[in-house]
């Protein structure tokens, strides 16, 4: 009977090696690391403000072998694990990152930072949130953040404002936060995120009163006064 040659004792070993070599970049290659970024402790938002936020979110990060080798390291001084050195450096860099508000001078802005700014920024609600970057750091809003900004700028249903003097009593408002109907946009968020992305007629979005026509003193000729809507009470500041 014909025996089968066994590899030799130094054969084996350079197969094993380069098993092993194989299997190594094989982990690397597929190795991610997951970094509990903690959060508020909030409660879940209503059916119209969003899903659901928790204590904290898993953010995936891919590390390079030496930068994780000397974040390790650098753990280790702090006598931290890995995800939570990675956490403290983010909201240490968070604290020194400067941001300019819009309208403000590089003086102005002077100390600012997105630490110093986080109390404003941050809302529990999608919406608040949304609106609250757009008013003070639109230039920081991603192309299809500023679709949907431009629809949420443009409705006079949000806006607090005043008709302008005749003959054209034309609704008008400034876009700044103490204008801003931040309730209404809560009311409204999911429909203005449908018409931003197209999967919505712009023709669904809420309308409002855009002249006054409610005052026939100084109305074009050939106009009629507006139908009563129901909120003719209500504060001139609104548009309706």
């Known amino acids: 009977m014909t025996e089968t040659a066994k590899p030799t004792d130094a054969a084996q070993n ?7 070599a194989e299997a190594s970049r094989q982990r690397l290659m597929k190795k991610q690391f997951d970094v509990a970024d903690e959060a508020p402790n909030v409660a879940s938002r209503g059916a119209k403000g969003g899903g659901k936020l928790s204590r904290s979110e898993t953010v995936t990060v891919r590390l390079d072998p030496k930068l994780r080798y000397l974040a390790e390291l650098a753990a280790r001084l702090h006598r931290r694990t890995l995800s939570s050195y990675i956490e403290w450096a983010i909201k240490a860099s968070i604290d020194s990152e400067p941001l300019r508000p819009a309208g403000y001078t590089a003086e102005q802005a002077d100390g600012i930072t997105i630490g110093s700014e ?36 443009e409705c006079g249903y949000l806006w607090r404002g005043k008709y302008s003097p005749p003959p054209l009593q034309e609704w008008r408002w400034q876009v700044v936060e103490d204008s801003f109907c931040f309730d209404r946009l809560r009311d409204k968020w999911e429909l ?49």
Not at 14 to 20: K, R, V
Not at 143 to 152: A, N, T
Not at 204 to 217: D, F, M, V, Y
Request: with cysteine; proline share 10%.
């Open 118 to 153: 986080a109390e404003l920024l941050w809302d529990v609600d999608e919406a608040d949130r949304f609106a609250k970057l757009a008013l003070r750091y639109p230039h920081l809003l991603s192309h299809e953040e500023q679709v949907r900004w431009k629809l949420i700028r």
């Open 14 to 20: 350079m197969l094993n090696a380069a098993m092993d």
């Open 192 to 240: 203005f995120c449908a018409v931003a992305n197209g999967d919505k007629p712009a023709s669904e979005l809420p309308t409002w009163a855009k002249t006054n026509l409610s005052r026939p003193p100084g109305s074009p000729p050939g106009v009629k006064p507006a139908a009563r809507t129901g909120f003719d009470d209500m504060d001139d500041d609104i548009p309706f």
